[in-house]
């Protein structure tokens, strides 16, 4: 069965450090989520991508986050500099828009910063 | 604004006991009610899904009872088990925009 691939699985990092995380989604689905999940909370959507286009970043914090999805398959996210309330699972799932509104999430980046 | 509100926000239920968890929308362009599993260190997992026009879906031992009227959902969790521990989150899907918004998810323990 396929399944959203994203790394590292664990991140640990400074403050004012950058970090990246990537994730490669299911092949074919041309729609990707970026979510922040706080313990104990649900996921919040920060960037969704359709093919290589950003449809919605309205949450996405642009002093310090950047996402690409450059051709349109694999997307990177990243953090520049880190803060101590960027700890949290950074989640990516993906979507095939245009048969389901199933979104199929990957295991998430645990990101903790020091 | 949280759009999607989940009660309770943790349940100790008995091994072959019934779980409910419930849910509660704003927003009457939402179209699809997904609810997900997740466990520690996991991404979430897609469980059960209903739209607004049945008011109920069945799956094994999952069934979510949907009021349109009321804007309400709930998940009931038949016989529960002890590998059905997990955190579950409801949620609600806009496809006018592929806006997936989430509950504040419900923390299941089922003891032996």
């Known amino acids: 069965e396929a399944e959203v691939a994203q790394s590292p699985r664990y991140k640990i990092t400074e403050k004012s450090q950058a970090v990246a995380f990537w994730c490669d989604p299911i092949?074919?689905?041309?729609?990707l989520y970026w979510y922040r999940q706080i313990l104990g909370q649900g996921p919040e959507l920060l960037v969704q991508?359709?093919?290589?286009?950003?449809?919605?970043d309205s949450q996405l914090p642009k002093d310090r986050f950047s996402a690409e999805r450059l051709k349109g398959v694999d997307s990177t996210l990243k953090i520049q500099p880190a803060e101590l309330g960027d700890s949290a699972m950074y989640l990516c799932?993906?979507?095939?828009?245009?048969?389901?509104?199933?979104?199929?999430f990957g295991p998430g980046t645990r990101l903790t910063v020091l | 604004q949280q759009q999607v509100k989940q009660s309770p926000q943790s349940l100790i239920v008995q091994k072959g006991g019934i779980s409910i968890i419930n849910c509660a929308y704003e927003?009457?362009?939402?179209?699809?009610f997904p609810w997900y599993q997740q466990f520690p260190g996991k991404g979430p997992a897609l469980l059960i899904a209903?739209?607004?026009?049945?008011s109920e879906k069945k799956e094994g031992r999952f069934t979510i009872s949907f009021n349109k009227s009321a804007k309400q959902f709930s998940l009931h969790i038949m016989d529960s088990q002890p590998g059905d521990s997990a955190t579950y989150f409801c949620?609600?899907?806009?496809?006018?925009?592929?806006?997936?918004?989430f509950g504040g998810g419900t923390r299941l323990m089922v003891k032996p």
């Open positions: 799932a993906s979507q095939d828009s245009y048969s389901t509104d199933t979104q199929y």
């Open positions: 092949s074919g689905h041309a729609t």
């Open positions: 991508f359709q093919d290589e286009s950003v449809v919605d």
């Open positions: 927003n009457t362009a939402f179209d699809y």
């Open positions: 209903i739209r607004p026009d049945v």
């Open positions: 949620a609600a899907y806009n496809n006018a925009g592929n806006m997936l918004t």
